[in-house]
């Protein structure tokens, strides 16, 4: 049932014969507050009936609730991962960060992914399938109700797609569930609060451009020439860079807002000073921030972290060209932090015994 906007939701309400005016009340207690037995809420007689008759196993709705596989907290205490299973079984990555006050769900959009980077662990196992909508919607909501439990009177405010997948594969599932979860009557996180991650999937940055979608863009970039590039995202031999940075520029073009890049550091890989001055040539004239990341070390990949020596260097060289440059914090290395890297500890764990 996450899987409804408002409108639809009123159109299945009339189509079964009961008054669309409920649709708010139903919206209200699935999405705002996030309510997994609607059963027990004390609706309206009509509505109650409604759901008893329409909502459960077998029946013609059901919710999405995502059953917790495992869950494993940073030291610090600030970063909880968690792998959950949707209905067929598959398992996919949420996690909840909280720092300086602020706090972000970090959400997946397929299982497995199709585009096979190769530091990336969601990327060495492959695509499995599309996430519905509402299978990403339940996992903001799951982000929600573990903070409202763990430091009450917190909001979720802020919400990027950087979970497991790449986000404009799955187009039109991504934009439903973004319309759902950054409405006001819905889950109400604001749409410049929301981050759209993606490898460079060329057609789906432009149409997020031409639809005027408010979100905010991220483009995980990683090379600053195409075979630099293609030796670490395959993706890139389909959407060559020329093409990518083409695009960038349309997006930027349409819509005036500010691109954020993100460049996944590896040692030996992408992280020399030649790199880091290519990389300001190719983005001159683009209103960029460049994200720089630590490499994760994932099991299917030789490549090393960059040393802290390089990145800053790195840093310092885009500072200069006039590039706001920020490098992540390994916030979440002790909690497996890198996307899709849970599962494949559980796999892993699954294969041993
Ligand atoms: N598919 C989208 C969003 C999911 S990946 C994308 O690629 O942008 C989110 C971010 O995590 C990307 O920038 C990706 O490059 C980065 N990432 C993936 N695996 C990583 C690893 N092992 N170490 C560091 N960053 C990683
Ligand atoms: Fe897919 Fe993003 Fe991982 Fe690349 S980095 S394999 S696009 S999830």
């Given at each position: 049932?996450?899987?409804?906007?408002l409108?639809?939701?009123?159109?299945?309400?009339?189509?079964?014969?009961?008054?669309?005016?409920?649709?708010?009340?139903?919206?209200?207690?699935?999405?705002?507050?996030?309510?997994?037995?609607?059963?027990?809420?004390?609706?309206?007689?009509?509505?109650?009936?409604?759901?008893?008759?329409?909502?459960?196993?077998?029946?013609?709705?059901?919710?999405?609730?995502?059953?917790?596989?495992?869950?494993?907290?940073?030291?610090?205490?600030l970063?909880?991962?968690?792998?959950?299973?949707?209905?067929?079984?598959?398992a996919?990555?949420?996690?909840?960060?909280?720092y300086?006050?602020?706090h972000?769900?970090?959400?997946?959009?397929?299982?497995g992914?199709?585009?096979?980077?190769?530091?990336?662990?969601?990327?060495?196992?492959?695509?499995?399938?599309?996430?519905?909508?509402?299978?990403?919607?339940?996992?903001?909501?799951?982000?929600?109700r573990?903070?409202a439990?763990?430091?009450?009177?917190?909001?979720?405010?802020?919400?990027?797609?950087?979970?497991?997948g790449?986000?404009?594969?799955?187009?039109?599932?991504v934009?439903?569930?973004?319309?759902?979860?950054?409405?006001?009557?819905?889950?109400?996180?604001g749409?410049?609060?929301?981050a759209?991650?993606?490898?460079?999937?060329?057609?789906?940055?432009?149409?997020?451009?031409?639809?005027?979608?408010?979100?905010?863009l991220?483009?995980?970039?990683?090379?600053?020439?195409?075979?630099?590039?293609?030796?670490?995202?395959?993706?890139?031999?389909?959407?060559?860079?020329?093409?990518?940075?083409?695009?960038?520029?349309?997006?930027?073009?349409i819509?005036g807002?500010?691109?954020?890049?993100?460049?996944?550091?590896?040692?030996?890989?992408?992280?020399?000073?030649?790199?880091?001055?290519?990389?300001?040539?190719?983005?001159?004239?683009?209103?960029?921030?460049?994200?720089?990341?630590?490499?994760n070390?994932?099991?299917?990949?030789?490549?090393?972290?960059?040393?802290?020596?390089?990145?800053r260097?790195?840093?310092?060289?885009?500072?200069?060209?006039?590039?706001?440059?920020?490098?992540?914090?390994?916030r979440?290395?002790?909690?497996?932090?890198g996307?899709?890297?849970?599962?494949?500890?559980?796999?892993?764990?699954?294969?041993?015994?």
């Open positions: 049932m996450h899987d409804l906007s409108t639809e939701m009123a159109a299945a309400l009339v189509a079964t014969e009961t008054s669309s005016h409920h649709a708010k009340a139903l919206w209200r207690a699935l999405l705002r507050e996030g309510e997994l037995d609607l059963a027990a809420r004390d609706f309206l007689p009509p509505l109650r009936r409604w759901v008893l008759d329409h909502v459960g196993e077998g029946k013609a709705f059901f919710l999405d609730a995502p059953e917790v596989v495992s869950e494993i907290h940073s030291s610090d205490g970063t909880r991962k968690f792998l959950l299973k949707q209905r067929d079984g598959q996919t990555e949420t996690v909840l960060m909280g300086d006050g602020r972000t769900a970090c959400v997946s959009t397929q299982a992914c199709a585009m096979g980077c190769v530091f990336c662990a969601t990327g060495q196992m492959g695509f499995v399938r599309h996430l519905r909508p509402g299978e990403i919607v339940a996992q903001v909501l799951h982000a929600k573990v903070l439990a763990t430091q009450p009177g917190r909001r979720l405010r802020n919400l990027v797609l950087m979970g497991m790449e986000p404009l594969h799955n187009y039109d599932s934009i439903q569930a973004l319309d759902i979860i950054s409405n006001v009557r819905g889950i109400g996180i749409p410049s609060h929301i759209i991650s993606t490898v460079g999937v060329v057609p789906g940055i432009l149409r997020l451009a031409k639809e005027g979608q408010p979100y905010r991220a483009v995980s970039l990683h090379g600053s020439n195409e075979e630099e590039r293609s030796a670490l995202v395959p993706a890139s031999k389909k959407w060559s860079l020329a093409e990518l940075i083409a695009a960038c520029r349309e997006y930027g073009a819509t807002k500010r691109i954020f890049f993100e460049w996944t550091l590896i040692a030996g890989k992408n992280d020399s000073p030649e790199t880091a001055q290519r990389l300001a040539a190719l983005l001159s004239g683009i209103d960029s921030h460049v994200n720089l990341i630590p490499l070390p994932t099991q299917g990949f030789s490549g090393t972290a960059a040393a802290e020596s390089s990145g260097e790195f840093q310092r060289i885009l500072l200069a060209a006039g590039f706001p440059c920020t490098v992540r914090q390994r979440g290395i002790d909690v497996a932090a996307c899709g890297q849970l599962k494949a500890e559980k796999v892993r764990a699954a294969s041993r015994t």
